[in-house]
């Protein structure tokens, strides 16, 4: 494993340090950014090969790669596709397969059509009573012309358990996707992450709008915890439930290689200088795991250099300790309020073995408490502007859905003497990737009249 780089850029005269996780895959599945620390741990679990055994005989079953992945979300997920891409990837390693998967979604190669043309009529477009959509799940609602409603629909598999093998000599493994009823523009016309996911063998579950919300609604935008309405594909612990965006106790061995790594350049770098690692926000899931192992180390470092040592007459002293080491973690929420990161970030941290107190991140507010923060998903002009000047004055490239609202935020910190979580510290910001998605994202602010059709190929 190669630590991701560390890009140092002058923003508005103040220096910080970019951790490209955008250029970090995972072996095989080729799954990147956030995505790839939330699912490393998933990644390396090992997987049968078409005889039946596993790539190392005397691991156990609790190493192995289960023979069904059951998740749930929006029907444009990121974590969708990653969790379609790892599966595919561990198909293909049991067919001796070994090749990563090509990352053509990278440049919109799957994006068949413009992605915010949708069908109103559709039961989906009422949807937007809900209070939060996690992991750019948000329904779009584009003034645009209608399809045709008499088009022959593409055959979409709605229901995978008619499809799922429970033979013991079936070893393929499969993903299964609870998701609300596809708009019928998606339907007839699939693309993006959805079309991407579907190619990569991708089992749908579609549910009415209210099934779905009382499946995986509330506060918390579901629980860790597969419902009790609902059945795993196959028992005996061959199905693993992974809740929405990967937020659960398995994105821990990713945000632990991650703490290390800034830990480590920080103890290089740093110079004893406070650091503030600034990390957009949907569940929060990387925020809190990152914050808990962070401290964890700086902890284990800092009483190391407390220890005592021997000297060579056998007498024991003190060990000096130079070092300064001060990290904190700071989240900006892109998804809800901050009510909603505090809860998503308690819920998770205790049910992971936390206090649910004392490894909490900070959390940016909002420049004005009235307002909040901007609305996720929402073509916005400020957004735009902060996309603009990332791109053309410093050349770093954001998504529109976290990356650029949450530098949006952050430079309006920069120079203003207000508490923060920055102030009178240095900038650590996780870039967490979604480059994938800026095409059909500009789709829509070309729709919202934000942008010319003429702008978006220059992008």
């Known amino acids: 494993h190669q630590p991701s780089p560390v890009q140092v850029t002058l923003v508005r005269d103040r220096m910080v340090h970019i951790k490209r996780d955008d250029l970090l895959h995972l072996p095989y599945s080729n799954v990147s950014g956030n995505k790839a620390r939330k699912m490393f741990a998933l990644n390396q679990l090992l997987v049968e090969d078409i005889s039946g055994f596993s790539n190392n005989a005397d691991d156990d079953d609790d190493d192995k790669f289960p023979n069904v992945l059951v998740s749930y979300g929006g029907p444009q997920s990121n974590a969708m ?40 009529d559709d039961e989906n477009d009422n949807d937007n009573e809900s209070n939060i959509d996690i992991d750019m799940d948000m329904d779009m609602d584009m003034d645009i012309d209608m399809l045709d409603d008499n088009e022959e629909d593409i055959d979409i598999d709605s229901d995978p358990y008619d499809s799922i093998s429970t033979k013991s000599n079936d070893k393929k493994k499969r993903f299964v996707y609870y998701t609300k009823k596809i708009p019928r523009y998606l339907r007839k016309q699939p693309n993006g992450n959805f079309l991407r996911a579907l190619s990569l063998g991708m089992e749908l579950k579609e549910m009415s709008n209210d099934e779905y919300k009382r499946l995986f609604g509330g506060e918390e935008g579901g629980s860790a915890t597969p419902p009790h309405d609902i059945d795993p594909p196959l028992s005996n612990k061959q199905s693993l439930w992974v809740p929405q965006g990967g937020a659960c106790g398995m994105a821990t061995p990713g945000a632990m290689v991650m703490a290390y790594e800034i830990v ?8 004893g200088m406070p650091l503030t690692v600034c990390v957009p926000g949907g569940t929060c899931t990387t925020a809190v795991l990152l914050s808990r192992e962070i401290n964890k180390m700086v902890k284990e470092i800092m009483n190391e250099r407390h220890d005592e040592k021997i000297n060579k007459d056998g007498t024991k002293t003190k060990a000096e300790n130079n070092l300064q080491l001060d990290i904190q973690v700071a989240v900006i929420p892109c998804v809800g309020d901050e009510g909603y990161a505090k809860r998503q970030m308690k819920a998770l941290d205790i049910s992971t073995g936390g206090d649910g107190k004392s490894d909490i991140p900070l959390i940016f507010p909002p420049p004005n408490k009235n307002k909040g923060y901007l609305r996720f998903g929402e073509p916005s002009p400020a957004i735009l502007e902060t996309f603009l000047e990332m791109k053309d004055e410093y050349d770093l490239y954001l998504d529109l859905l976290y990356g650029a609202p949450a530098w949006n935020l952050l430079l309006y910190y920069f120079k203003r003497n207000i508490p923060s979580p920055i102030q009178g510290r240095q900038i650590m910001y996780v870039h967490s990737g979604g480059l994938e998605g800026i095409s059909s994202q500009l789709t829509r602010y070309k729709h919202k009249g934000l942008v010319g059709a003429n702008q978006i190929q220059k992008f």
Not at 85 to 112: H, L, S, Y
Not at 264 to 271: A, E, L, M, R
């Open 81 to 120: 596709l990653a969790l379609a891409a790892i599966v595919n990837a561990k198909n293909m390693q049991r067919d001796g397969t070994t090749e990563d998967i090509p990352n053509e979604i990278e440049n919109d190669n799957w994006m068949t059509r413009d992605d915010t043309e949708i069908d109103n």
């Open 264 to 271: 480590q350049y920080w103890i290089d770098k740093g110079k």
